[in-house]
Each structure stands twice: as structure tokens, then as C-alpha cells.
């Protein structure tokens, strides 16, 4: 089982950045995925997620309105659009895959917004 995000990087504020998270070794299609986040010094929270199907979507209130979670399970891969990034974004974002049975992560990838 493999979760691997890329995408990530320096942005000024204001910015944007589109995370990809490309799985393997699992039934893609059959999992909700979620972007996590962890700043340092902070617990790791929840960003985004979506159900296995697409049809469902929830943010936390910090990114409403900026940031976009979507999925294409014929590539097994789901994405986050980051968009009027704010220097407080800054962390480590993380993808998750869970159902009932399973919980997987990926490595992180970091996310430096700074002008």
C-alpha cells in the first residue's frame, strides 16, 4: 500500500498550489480519502474530505471557501486546489485513505507559504 503526495512547495501569500496524492496497492475507488495538515509545535487536523464515491464533501472552517477537494478513481489519485494561501497554511499536509477496515497515510508533503 502506497499513498504518495507531491505538490507541495514555497508560495507567497495570496498564492496557489495544487496537492496530488497518487495510491496503490489498494481499491482506491472503495476508500474516503482526507487531506490532514500539521504545522509545527500544532496536533495534526483535518483538512478536506471526501467520500469514496465523490459525491460527498466537507471542510474544516479555516479553508472553506479556498481550498477544493476532488478525486479521479481511474488515476486513484485525489487532489487538493489550494487557493489565497495564508502564511498560517503552513504545514505538512497528509493524505488519508480509511474505510471501515483500514487507515493508511502517506510521507507528507510540506506546504511553505512566505513572501
Known amino acids: 500500500v502506497q499513498l504518495v503526495e507531491s505538490g507541495g512547495g514555497l508560495v507567497q501569500p495570496g498564492g496557489s498550489l495544487r496537492l496530488s496524492c497518487e495510491a496503490s496497492?489498494?481499491?482506491?475507488?472503495?476508500?474516503?480519502m482526507n487531506w490532514y495538515r500539521q504545522a509545527p509545535g500544532k496536533e495534526r487536523e483535518s483538512v478536506a474530505y471526501?467520500?469514496?464515491?465523490?459525491?460527498?464533501?466537507n471542510y474544516a472552517d479555516s479553508v472553506k471557501g479556498r481550498f477544493t477537494i476532488s478525486r479521479d478513481n481511474a488515476k486513484n489519485t485525489v487532489y487538493l486546489q489550494m487557493n489565497s494561501l495564508k502564511p498560517e497554511d503552513t504545514a505538512v499536509y497528509y493524505c488519508?485513505?480509511?474505510?471501515?477496515?483500514?487507515?493508511?497515510w502517506g510521507q507528507g508533503t510540506q506546504v511553505t507559504v512566505s513572501s
Open positions: 488519508n485513505a480509511r474505510n471501515f477496515y483500514r487507515n493508511y
Open positions: 496497492g489498494f481499491t482506491f475507488s472503495t476508500y474516503d
Open positions: 471526501i467520500s469514496s464515491p465523490g459525491g460527498s464533501r
